[in-house]
Nanobody, 122 residues
Framework: VQLQASGGGLVQLGGSLRLSCTAS????????LAWFRQVLGKEREWVSS???????YYADSVKDRFIISRDNEKNTQYLQMNSLKPDDTAVYYC?????????????????WGQGTLVTVSS
């Protein structure tokens, strides 16, 4: 199983980016999908999740700015990030888990992408 994240880059304050994460070797539609992020020197933190019923969940820090979505036919999940702030600067990781009891718990996700860097300049 592989998850391949892409779409990171440099963006100005208030700008937008869309991250993508494409999976191979897994039946995508049954999994809860998530995005985490990590700032250098800090712990990885949960950003957002979408379960197999397409119910979405967001950390308070990104609520109303980020939108998570999935396309099961393409085995791809997305994170649309709007109104970006310098505090959103981090490496973003995608993850997938078949039984996720706590969205924010890293251990509930079996598969992880390699990370894509998002830098927001002020």
């Amino acid at each position: 199983v592989q998850l391949q994240a892409s779409g990171g880059g440099l963006v100005q304050l208030g700008g937008s980016l869309r991250l993508s994460c494409t999976a191979s070797g897994v039946t995508f539609r049954y999994y809860t999908l998530a995005w985490f992020r990590q700032v250098l020197g800090k712990e990885r933190e949960w950003v957002s999740s979408i379960n197999s019923a397409n119910t979405t969940y967001y950390a308070d820090s990104v609520k109303d700015r980020f939108i998570i979505s999935r396309d099961n036919e393409k085995n791809t999940q997305y994170l649309q990030m709007n109104s970006l702030k310098p505090d959103d600067t981090a490496v973003y990781y995608c993850a997938a888990g078949i039984v996720v009891l706590r969205n924010e718990h890293e251990g509930d996700y079996e598969f992880w992408g390699q990370g894509t860097l998002v830098t927001v300049s002020s």
